[in-house]
């Protein structure tokens, strides 16, 4: 049986809308997954109509929720290669850098001061966390700094991977495809998945990648919310451990970021 994705139209004034995500998704299937040189679900029906999207997908299901780090880097490596300076072109509807930054900022000033009262977070992490307060569109502007642009994922972390018994990596859930620096993906990568100890093997795996300190900025931003929603649910089956892990992977991402 396929996979059905169904998606009401989201609420006017949220990110989700601000963004576009449900119909970049659905035109990603449309136009750019028969063309895509990684695997992806095979889609079958994908459509915008009145009360939302549609998508009827191959279901991956069994394959195994994420991937080895070096394999899909090298994946992600090859989206990135394949596409570069091209992908505006073919497709001039990709998000392009900073959209919906300011509705992004207003929510992460208003999380922050919360977050930052997390009893064991790093102070290195929490003075960071404390730089980006207010400055969110500063570091989406690092992003113009980087050189290339090209089709990025735009939330390539493992839970968006499936690995096949076979090892073929497939990305799943392109709501956030847009048109940036191919470190964009790498580092929300690295700060989402990668335990710090295998960060520099995983970059080793993708090969030259300008501009990943500048991208890195924007990848802890989204790495706070995230975390943010992990303390949230703290209480649940594993959240401790989930909680120490984002602040390793935090820790580590900080050292390696530059100012905004």
Same mark, same amino acid.
């Given at each position: 049986m396929p996979y059905v994705k169904e998606r009401p139209w989201p609420e006017s004034g949220s990110i989700s809308a601000a963004l576009g995500s449900f119909q970049a998704e659905v035109r990603f299937y449309r136009e750019i997954a028969p063309v =895509?040189?990684?695997?992806? /679900?095979?889609?079958?029906?994908?459509?915008?109509? /009145?009360?939302?999207? @549609?998508l009827v997908l191959e279901? $991956? #299901? #069994?394959?195994?929720?994420? *991937?080895?780090?070096?394999?899909?880097?090298?994946? $992600?490596?090859? !989206?990135?290669? &394949? %596409?570069?300076?091209?992908?505006?072109? !073919?497709?001039? %509807? $990709? @998000?392009?850098?900073?959209a919906a930054v300011d509705l992004i900022?207003? $929510?992460? +000033?208003?999380?922050?001061?919360?977050?930052?009262?997390? @009893?064991?977070?790093?102070?290195a992490v929490r003075a960071y966390g404390w730089s980006?307060?207010?400055?969110?569109?500063?570091?989406?502007?690092?992003?113009? #700094?980087i050189p290339g642009r090209t089709l990025v994922h735009g939330d390539a972390s493992g839970t968006n991977v499936r690995t096949s018994s076979d090892g073929i990596v497939a990305? !799943?859930?392109?709501? +956030? =495809?847009?048109?940036? /620096?191919?470190?964009v993906d790498v580092a929300w990568f690295l700060v989402s998945t990668v335990e710090s @100890? +295998?960060?520099?093997?995983?970059? *080793? &795996?993708? *090969?030259?990648?300008p501009g990943l300190p500048a991208a890195l900025p924007s990848a802890l931003v989204q790495g706070f919310l995230s975390f943010a929603e992990? =303390?949230?649910?703290?209480?649940? /089956?594993?959240?401790?451990?989930?909680a120490e892990s984002w602040l390793r992977r935090l820790e580590h991402g900080v050292k390696m970021a530059a100012v905004p």
């Amino acid at each position: 049986m396929p996979y059905v994705k169904e998606r009401p139209w989201p609420e006017s004034g949220s990110i989700s809308a601000a963004l576009g995500s449900f119909q970049a998704e659905v035109r990603f299937y449309r136009e750019i997954a028969p063309v =895509v040189n990684i695997r992806v /679900p095979l889609c079958y029906e994908a459509v915008c109509g /009145p009360d939302g999207t @549609r998508l009827v997908l191959e279901d $991956l #299901s #069994s394959w195994r929720e994420g *991937g080895k780090p070096e394999a899909v880097a090298h994946e $992600l490596q090859k !989206l990135h290669k &394949a %596409w570069e300076g091209q992908a505006d072109r !073919l497709w001039p %509807w $990709l @998000r392009p850098a900073g959209a919906a930054v300011d509705l992004i900022g207003r $929510l992460y +000033d208003e999380t922050w001061p919360r977050l930052a009262m997390h @009893r064991t977070m790093p102070e290195a992490v929490r003075a960071y966390g404390w730089s980006l307060r207010g400055r969110v569109e500063e570091a989406q502007r690092l992003l113009a #700094s980087i050189p290339g642009r090209t089709l990025v994922h735009g939330d390539a972390s493992g839970t968006n991977v499936r690995t096949s018994s076979d090892g073929i990596v497939a990305f !799943l859930d392109w709501e +956030d =495809v847009s048109c940036l /620096p191919a470190a964009v993906d790498v580092a929300w990568f690295l700060v989402s998945t990668v335990e710090s @100890r +295998d960060w520099c093997r995983t970059i *080793g &795996a993708y *090969g030259p990648l300008p501009g990943l300190p500048a991208a890195l900025p924007s990848a802890l931003v989204q790495g706070f919310l995230s975390f943010a929603e992990v =303390v949230a649910h703290g209480e649940e /089956p594993d959240g401790a451990r989930a909680a120490e892990s984002w602040l390793r992977r935090l820790e580590h991402g900080v050292k390696m970021a530059a100012v905004p």
